[in-house]
């Protein structure tokens, strides 16, 4: 073995991790200056940044900042870090960089909960929470049920085939409650959950999906490298120690909870899921030891720069879901079409 | 005689319950340190047989040891450690470098939550000195040759650094050169003490590197012993159904076919 070309390599290997390292920083202290500007962005008293004296003197400023500002840049955080590192994870466990983490029934299953309770049990904001998290996680288990019954097929393609019967189930569930629903209260309310939105979030709501929030995206965190063996193939990773099965099952339930819980109070926020995890990829090659921290500071800073566009650009608010999924399609044409932003590969 | 690393006692096997099974009954033993070549024609169980010895398959009935030990009774990290598989392909989802696909070998040394080290890292480098691709390193996975991929899947299965090595058709995307590579390379690890288990459709193969040779007919071993004995034109041309005669060239045993 010659050490001096071994040592080397590995120096370049170390050099150019330390340089991505550098990107990293700079990522998350983008996310940080961001949500402090966002906090002080908005459109009281005028359009703009509330100053620091108006913070220290006006109590309605100080109210908006505090409660209602932060609790709702906090929810944006962890509805982008959710949907993105979800999104990595699906894309890593399915082998398939077109997954998003709610195609397993979740998000239909969430949407047909919401409009359920809407329709039939009146519009509570935390019953319709409760009912949307209730049946995204039904979605998942249904899906997951359907998946185990097929008889042919590896196990990716079983997944995927019960999560596309189980979503359809649940949107033709969704057609006949939307058919159903009073035209004029009901399904102005369905149809506005379905766009998505954070701007009803208070600090209650948030405390409510926070614990399923952080315990997801901690054990994912922990569990970033394995995702790496969890993406070959099942006989494959069975020969390098895993129990491939198990240990994916595991894994995607720690990426639809948080993923759930944020659906929950957020509604549909489309494409942050898909398009975090392939820009995460562009940055810092494949390894998810890099990939899925990146993925969560960019699903932050993206979520958090559309929800600043939808309170301040018009006097009413844009819905969130139309903002992520105008922006994520126009990023994902761009990085499709462009090969240049390729950075250190 | 060397001892028997991993053994097959009366092992039955199928995909299927409705169907009859694809092993029945199958008799095997591999000596430790000896290179074994799997001989047989399509679908005489050659590749489930591979799986059964890696764990990944369980037998309807029989026992498979690993050193004298049922192969169930060892954790699955336990054997990852000890037995590590080349497929003969492999679906490559994501746009990986060579130095990051075989770190992948350290998986069963490390755990779940683990990251492999700086001293996985040299590992996984010297796995793929030994497969002589260093200059490789940092090429993606996506943009390398099938040959090339091969050798790469080969320097992850030695990063595992295991006392079993499994080939499912080890030569299938291999050109010349890269076969020859492929025959050092796996002498080279016999003289290091590794067992190795290969199924093969080339008796060329099987005549230039293996010790021991099994010849496979609808999920039974037919013939099994030194490699010599067994892959002879008589046998082979039993097997396959076709006319098949080895003629010596310059010491060396060659397949020739009508």
């Known amino acids: ?345 | 005689m060397n001892p028997s690393l991993l053994s097959f006692h009366q092992v039955r096997f199928g995909y299927n319950r409705r169907s009859s099974p694809v092993l029945n009954g199958l008799d095997l033993s591999l000596k430790e340190g000896c290179i074994t070549a799997i001989l047989g024609p399509n679908g005489a169980g050659k590749t489930t047989l591979l799986y059964l010895a890696l764990g990944w398959l369980k037998p309807w009935a029989g026992v498979i040891n690993l050193s004298g030990k049922p192969i169930e009774s060892y954790s699955r990290r336990a054997l990852g450690k000890q037995i590590a598989l080349i497929p003969q392909s492999e679906h490559i989802p994501f746009e990986y470098t060579v130095l990051e696909y075989v770190l992948l070998g350290r998986a069963p040394y490390l755990p779940s939550q683990g990251m492999p080290s700086q001293a996985d890292e040299m590992i996984a480098y010297d796995a793929l000195e030994k497969v002589g691709i260093t200059d490789l390193f940092d090429h993606s996975m996506l943009a390398i040759s099938g040959g090339e991929r091969q050798l790469v899947l080969t320097a992850r299965a030695l990063a595992q650094e295991p006392r079993l090595l499994l080939l499912d058709e080890p030569t299938s995307h291999l050109d010349l050169s890269n076969k020859y590579r492929l025959v050092q390379i796996l002498k080279g690890l016999q003289e290091h003490g590794t067992t190795i288990l290969m199924t093969t459709h080339e008796p060329d193969l099987a005549l230039a590197v293996s010790d021991e040779a099994v010849l496979m007919e609808k999920g039974r071993v037919l013939i099994s012993g030194q490699t010599a004995e067994v892959a002879t034109g008589e046998n082979l041309s039993r097997i396959y159904r076709v006319p098949v005669k080895i003629i010596p060239v310059e010491g060396k045993k060659q397949v020739v076919w009508m």
């Open chain 1, 1 to 345: 073995m010659s050490s001096a070309a071994t040592a080397a390599a590995l120096q370049e290997v170390n050099s150019r991790n330390l340089a991505r390292r550098w990107v990293f920083l700079w990522l998350g202290l983008g996310l940080i200056g961001l949500f402090i500007l966002s906090l002080l962005l908005g459109r009281y008293p005028d359009t703009g940044f509330v100053s620091w004296e108006r913070l220290n003197q006006d109590e309605l400023a100080r109210l908006l900042v505090f409660n209602l500002r932060l609790p709702r840049l906090l929810t944006a955080m962890a509805l982008g870090m959710s949907l993105s590192a979800g999104g990595m994870v699906f894309q890593m466990l399915f082998g398939n960089p077109l997954v998003e983490p709610g195609f397993l029934g979740v998000s239909q299953g969430a949407a047909f909960g919401a409009a359920l309770c809407i329709v039939f049990l009146g519009g509570s904001a935390i019953l319709i929470q409760g009912s949307a998290a209730a049946f995204a996680l039904a979605g998942l288990g249904l899906s997951y049920l359907l998946a185990r019954r097929i008889r042919y097929g590896g196990w990716v393609l079983r997944l995927v085939l019960s999560g596309i019967a189980v979503s359809a189930l649940f949107s033709a569930g969704l057609g006949v409650l939307k058919y159903m629903a009073d035209p004029l209260r009901q399904l102005p309310e369905i149809t506005f959950w379905l766009l998505g939105g954070l701007s009803s979030i208070t600090w209650t709501k948030l405390f409510s999906i926070l614990p399923a929030v952080i315990l997801g995206l901690v054990f994912l965190f922990l569990f970033r490298w394995r995702l790496n063996v969890l993406a070959l193939n099942d006989e494959t990773a069975f020969s390098m120690g895993v129990a491939p099965k198990r240990e994916r099952l595991l894994l995607l339930t720690a990426a639809v909870l948080p993923t759930a819980a944020v659906i929950s109070v957020a509604g549909m926020v489309g494409w942050v899921g898909l398009i975090m995890p392939h820009i995460a990829r562009r940055l810092f090659g494949s390894d998810t030891r890099l990939t899925l921290p990146a993925s969560m500071l960019l699903g932050g800073i993206f979520t958090i720069l559309c929800d600043d566009l939808s309170r301040t650009l018009l006097a009413g608010e844009i819905p969130l879901g139309i903002l992520t999924s105008l922006l994520g399609a126009a990023i994902f044409i761009v990085l499709m079409v462009s090969r240049g932003v390729k950075a250190e590969r």
